[in-house]
């Protein structure tokens, strides 16, 4: 293999991350993703046995994500701090 092929297989994996995504992207897809959980759970109000499951599920991923989640949350928060920085020298 070559550099070049190295070099495009290190873009690939950092895309697929999500780390070449702007912070204000993200926000917005976790907003979306909120308004669709949302609408959801107000579906499956209708079985709780379902809900209780879907909040045993995602306790767990919240525990075992929450190093990423934490450090998602500290990205989009240096970044507000930055713009509002930046907004108040113009």
Request: aromatic share 6%.
């Amino acid at each position: 293999m070559n550099d070049s092929s190295l070099e495009k297989d290190d873009d690939e994996d950092n895309a697929e991350s999500g780390k070449d995504i702007h912070p204000l992207a993200k926000l917005s897809v976790v907003a979306v993703g909120t308004k669709i959980g949302a609408t959801v759970i107000l579906k499956m109000a209708k079985y709780p046995i379902l809900l209780f499951g879907m909040g045993i599920v995602s306790g767990y991923y919240i525990n075992k994500n929450r190093k990423e989640i934490i450090a998602a949350v500290e990205d989009v928060k240096q970044y507000t701090v930055s713009m509002g920085k930046k907004k108040d020298e113009n």
